[in-house]
């Protein structure tokens, strides 16, 4: 007679469980139990993991939950059937939908009725402390009348928990009174909260969070032992040996309970089609305009012999896995995306196919670029097409949205949920609160926390404690340190994926539960992407990308002001100047190529085709710098290397990447040659390493991918070598296709730098925050490169950044030089830059057009009254600043001298036009933003002079840092280059000269700092001045001698030797020092 | 004429305005180490009033037993006070502020430095009228007189105008005296050190009654006394008595202090004794015509500090419940005279609770060791005595374990097994709680039910 957990929660009972679904079931399984049931609390969020987790070790999985309804209390109930899972996912999602997402306890119930009307297919449980009978202990027995009117005599079992509780046992005697009243079964269960008794303190934590208590202060809240941990059959047999019926009612419940999530039901949405027409042949259609429209060589390669027989081998495999209806969708959403002229490219495993290519899906031709096919659908796998449609972030990406949510209905789409989970700083601050630390020692708690991603090894928990001035000895602090580990990666609440939708026409909450998102008009669903995925939901990303916005608006600038239409699809392929500025590593602003080991790498890589592009953007990520693939690469590249291959058996799959894998799908198919995986096999490994679920299940694939090779004699180190490649791509390395995908924008991306540069800062200027730098650093760049760029100015500028014709853009306004020259020095547009050597080829069109800075950039001034400025100004333009005061009365007094201070009212009419700099405007706006009222309003000054002086170059710059984060006028650093001379500091331009192994000094604002996981503990360093970029290279030992300069200082010194190999340049730091230069700078861009 | 006194390095334990008494009666103290002094009517104790400056800085520096400060002080002589206190804070040594020539003086002070206080400007009105200036490129107190009164007027209102006037060194203003805070604190140091209650028991009388007349004179009363004594040894024993009730009874305190130093005597003799108490209002009570009286509350102080010497203060007061599932938590909370109303409510709930008919437990305290035979964890025979009770028998009716953990982030964390149990003993069936201690393994009998 084996018992059967029948009621348990998981950490998915938010706050409230303290183990997930995986430890019940392998506490489960160590028990032998042969089934378990989980009721989280008014959710089903686990149970995709549960059940996997279930399936995987061979135990079965009840699925169920507790509900929570209006003066009833908690009402456990367990799925019978699909119609029950149906019922209970619909009950949820009318529970959850109705108020907001952070409605109070209490709130979020559904009513008796409403737990009537869905109560076919489940199976009611009378509840343990907080269930209905505990609730109406005095008048049980209506209680347990009206769960048997609702649920049926047969679907209600009186369930008895015992945990040692006086009050429980007691409350057990009315149930059994009730159930031999009532002839209903008994029920054992032991309302598990956690795997194993230690979790019980996570439990108590968890009680102190939701209640905003500490530990000291929780009393009776906490736990009043550690029973609600999941027990042996034994164990129960013997709680309840009194009542043996109540452990065999488990067993024989378990086998009513006929659903499990194998039996979802769900089913892709049907895509409806005109008359006469069928999914199939809509799509076989669609498919065949495209393929024409794409091979047939008006619009890209000759190839349309070449793609039929594997579109036609597409569309077989997209019949049979009755998949057309989703390949329509997407391509809808793609429509609709054209028709409103929002750019839009698909990425994706589905993104190799002719198919997506010729719907337009995708921009990239898998048989042109003979890309492999492994990651598209497989019928063996089992696994649903995955496409990302990458749009432009912002205002568009919401109306595709929003645009699926109108098409299939409010219960037809939803986001993909993103459980969020206690990590870092989270963690630590939350249990340090529930222990009663004081802010300090909580401050310094999660201080310990590492903020860089690289971890360095010698940080033990030991030394970062003592460090911090913490005792580990103390058992406070020990305890501390003991739950801090295990309330790890338990979930904390539901967030939003930031573009994942599931679709299902109209029934989405038959299949999930649906909840508000806190975002307005979105809706969720409770599981995650990769729970959707598992359970077979198809899902279509919707994501936001921030240099397609930037391309789209590009293209809308290029046609309004230089009138040129240009073709994103069709852009001139092997343009000069954009692979002159790769090799040359001049990236600042291009899509994926701009960062800093990019621009360490192109030099060495000399990009001089597309596919060249597509390697750059794939070689600079962690899979192939843990995987030790960059250098062989770049040597072989540069036929410093012979190019081999591990095994003979490589060379067709390794041959374009010179023998060194560089692509997912080349690692699956090295699995698959050399391992003997199939493809199923091999996805799953790549899965396996895909998410950080299970160190167990790595070991094992790993075991198999090395029992493969060896079955293909492929041993030592070349076995090491494969397996290395492999595990250490599988989790990190880029699809080729989705490589491809990016590589196109990055090439659009750098073209429009190359050829419409005004356009292709201002759009990147709008578009902020995105991207590797600060706005600064694209205008210094952008002007080192020739673009002029113009001041705010109340009287031309508008809310975003616009583009002028750059001679009249002053003159058309302000049409005497002498009043031009009184423009303050630090708002001049850069004539006083140094302008070392322009790299990128600049178009004749360049000097046409200047760039006007928007008042966006006015820090401080809101988008109202930015607006409200520009709309006011094209009626009739400002005849001062009283005229600007009253016609724009949503400017605050404070907006108004952050404008007088950027410069931005220099150019206002005034009558004493001569004497306007920065400080009239601040003595102006003073008083025209005080009423002196009637009486006193003849009596004073009429006159507009100041008696302020002007702002000096170094205030001008301040100001300029303060009220914009940028200036226009010279660098910061030049204002200091006499200083820095004395110092024997070179300037970035001048050490790109100099032989490798010079002992340099180098000085300049740090733009980013970086400390990549893969690098070691390296630190890199960005120091700009007003000549480029330097880059420097800080070995961790000096990291640790100089953390505090090197973290926390905006301008350094940096001595060291120089490393210039292949034209990359850096300077390997050997001493560092602060410099104290005395004007404002942005801050740098830190990636932890 | 007026002089400020800005004494940067003063000692925390000396006055600047004592020591400003003794060259004029009529002292503002601006800050601690700052006071203000119109000089005027001082020619003839001191002279001129720079003689007087130069006076006040030699005089500063003189030990404290001569009535200095040990330390160098900064003096400025001013026609307003607010340019001598700006000087003076801002300038070593002596200065002397010529009238009409503030700005030649002031000129160059950072206009961050100006205190606004002076002219009652709040920090916030302050602080926004300081960043205008900073935004206007004005650092100075001479850039700030320069700009024209009116532009500054529509500009910064009334209160830019008043701290220009301060940068300019042209305010008008009295000086802010003060009166003297009342001290409710004596101290007295003996001749020959006390080690007998007796003989400091006078000592005590003869503070306690100064302080009560002091109190007395000023109408108030006091809930919290002070005493520190120094001893011997050079250490210093501390006590501080708490009154439930404002009071200023010299005899009950002196009663109080007595029976407090019995149960807490010094370790050694003492040399020095100081007191000094918290001045509240005073009690103000009227009882109601058909409110049976309660205990005098001085009276019932005296009846709970001598109960307190008899049985120890940790076991005098009424019992509270600790909201905890550790078995019998409590904490004794002093004993205070409750409001009929709440005891009204409290009789309420207990007749709400005897309704219930639940069994009542009698507990034995301490718990009684037990022996405890038990067969398969289920105890069998129970045997357990003390002088007063003894527990022996068959356990015949069990029921259990009740289990209760807790407290696990702490050293003392509990964990525990109830049982209830029916033990024969002869003829004679009783039912009685016994527990087992899971950390020590060891039994007890906890009580019994009647």
Known sequence: ????????????????????????????????????????????????????????????????????????????????????????????????????????????????????????????????????????????????????????????????????????????????????????????????????????????????????????????????????????????????????????????????????????????????????????????????????????????????????????????????????????????????????????????????????????????????????????????????????????????????????????????????????????????????????????????????????????????????????????????????????????????????????????????????????????????????????????????????????????????????????????????????????????????????????????????????????????????????????????????????????????????????????????????????????????????LRRAFGFKRSEARMKAIELKLRQGLQDNGITGKTQDDIVLAITSFALYGFPESHAASFALIAYASAWLKCNYLAAFTAAILNNQPMGFYQPFTIIKDAQRHGLKILPIDITCSDWLCTLEEADDAETRRHGDTETRRRVDVGIRSGENTVSPRPRVSLSPRHAELALRLGLRYVRGLSRQSGHAIVRERAVRPFAGIDDLRNRVPELRKDELRKLAGVGALNFIQTHVANQVNRRDALWQVERVTRSPGELYRALLEQDGNSPLQQMTLTERVDADFRGTGLTIGKHPVAYHRGELKKLKALRAADIRMLRDGTFVRVAGWVIVRQRPGTAKGFMFLSLEDETGVSNIIVTPQLFDQYRLELVGHPFLLIEGALQNQDNVVSVKASHVQPLSLTIAAAPSHDFH | MFACIHAPGLSPDLSLREFAYSFSPIIEETRRDTVAIDVDGCELLFGSAYELASEVAVRAKQSRAHGGLETAVNVAVAANPDAAIHAATRLQGITFVSTGEELTCLGEFPVDHLDYSLVNIEKKVAGEILETLKLWGIRTFADLASLPAAGVSERLGQEGLKLQQLAAGKTERQLRVKQPEPVFANSIELEHALSELEPLSFIFARLLHQLCAALDAYALATNELSIVMQLVDQTTHERKLSLPHPMRDHKVFLKLLLLDTEMHPPQTAVRAISMACEPVKPRVLQNGLFVPLAPAPDKLELTLARLAKLVGEENIGSPVLLDTHRPDAFSVKRFTLTELKRRKEKNAKCEMRDSNLTLGFRMFRPPLRAIVEANQGWPTQVSAWSKQRSVYGKVVNVAGPWRTTGDWWRDDRWARDEWDVTIESGSKQSLYRIYRELNSKNWFVEGNYD
């Open chain 1, 1 to 684: 007679m084996s018992y059967v957990e029948l009621h348990a929660r998981s950490a998915f009972s938010f706050l409230e469980g303290a183990s997930v679904p995986e430890e019940l079931i392998a506490a489960g399984l160590a028990l032998e139990m042969p089934a378990m049931a989980l009721l989280d609390r008014d959710g089903v969020y686990g149970a995709p993991r549960f059940h996997l987790s279930a399936k995987k070790n061979g135990i079965k999985a009840h699925i169920g939950a507790e509900i929570s309804v209006q003066d009833v209390g908690s009402v456990p109930v367990l799925v019978k059937t699909r119609q029950g899972y149906q019922n209970l996912c619909r009950l949820i999602s009318l529970m959850k939908l109705r108020v907001p997402k952070h409605a109070k306890p209490g709130e979020c119930v559904v009513t008796s009725e409403e737990l009537a009307a869905h109560a076919p297919g489940l199976v009611c449980l009378t509840g343990g402390f907080d269930g209905p009978i505990a609730k109406a202990i005095n008048n049980a027995q209506r209680a347990v009348e009206w769960l048997i009117e609702v649920f049926g005599k047969k679907n209600v079992y009186a369930e008895l928990q015992r945990h040692f509780d006086r009050d429980e046992e007691a409350r057990n005697h009315l149930v059994i009174e009730l159930a031999r009243r009532n002839r209903l079964p008994l029920l054992a269960t032991n309302g598990v909260c956690h795997a194993i008794p230690a979790r019980r303190e996570v439990s108590d934590v968890f009680t102190c969070i939701r209640n905003h208590v500490r530990l000291e202060t929780a009393g009776r809240l906490l736990a009043q032992n550690s029973e609600r941990y999941l027990k042996s059959s034994d164990t129960m047999r013997g709680l309840f040996a009194d009542l043996p019926e109540a452990i065999a009612n488990t067993a024989e419940l378990s086998s009513r309970l006929k659903f499990t999530l194998e039996d979802l039901g769900y089913e892709f949405p049907k895509y409806p089609v005109p008359a006469g027409e069928t999914m199939t042949s809509f799509l076989r259609k669609r498919t065949e305009e495209g393929a024409r429209w794409r091979y047939t060589g008006l619009h890209g390669a000759p190839t349309y012999e070449r793609a039929l027989p594997q579109i036609e081998r597409e569309l077989k495999l997209i019949e049979k896995l009755k998949l057309e209806g989703y390949f329509l969708i997407v391509w809808d959403i793609v429509k609709f995306c054209r028709e409103q002229g929002i750019l839009v490219q698909g990425r994706g495993s589905a993104a190799n196919s002719a198919v997506c290519y010729s719907l337009g899906i995708t921009a990239v031709d898998p048989i042109g670029m003979e890309l492999l096919f492994e990651r598209f659908l497989s019928e063996e796998r089992g696994e649903w097409p995955d496409i990302d449609l990458d749009l432009p972030s912002g205002e568009k990406r919401e109306k595709a949205i929003q645009y699926v949510y109108t098409r299939y209905g409010k219960l037809g789409a939803a986001m993909t949920a993103n459980v969020i989970t206690y990590r870092g700083r989270s963690a630590a601050r939350e249990v340090g609160k529930a222990l009663d630390f004081d802010e300090e020692t909580l401050g310094r708690l999660a201080g310990l926390v590492h903020t860089w991603e690289w971890k360095d090894p010698k940080d033990s928990s030991e030394r970062q404690f003592r460090n911090a001035g913490l005792d580990l000895q103390n058992p406070r602090i020990r305890k501390f340190f003991e739950l801090y580990q295990m309330v790890q990666d338990l979930p904390r609440h539901l967030g939003q994926h930031s573009g994942g939708m599931v679709i299902c026409q109209g029934q989405l909450d038959s299949i999930v539960p649906l909840e508000p998102a806190a975002m307005p008009g979105r809706v969720v669903v409770q599981w995650d992407k990769e729970d959707c995925a598992d359970l077979g939901l198809i899902k279509v990303d919707l994501l936001g990308l921030g240099m397609l916005a930037v391309v789209e608006e590009s293209l809308n600038l290029i046609r309004d002001c230089y009138h040129d239409d240009v073709d994103l699809a069709h852009l001139p392929q092997n343009d000069r100047g954009v692979y002159e500025a790769l090799q040359n590593a001049d990236t600042i602003g291009m899509f994926q190529v701009e960062s800093r080991a990019q621009m360490s790498c192109l030099p060495r890589l000399r990009p001089a085709n597309f596919y060249d592009i597509v390697v750059q953007v794939a070689i600079i990520r962690p899979g192939p710098i843990v995987g030790n693939m960059v250098h062989p690469y770049l040597k072989r590249r540069q036929g410093r290397e012979p190019v081999t291959y591990a095994h003979p058996l490589l060379e067709p799959v390794l041959s374009r990447t010179l023998g060194v894998p560089l692509f997912q799908e080349q690692l699956l198919k090295m699995a698959m040659l050399c391992a003997n995986f199939s493809g199923g096999e091999a996805e799953e």
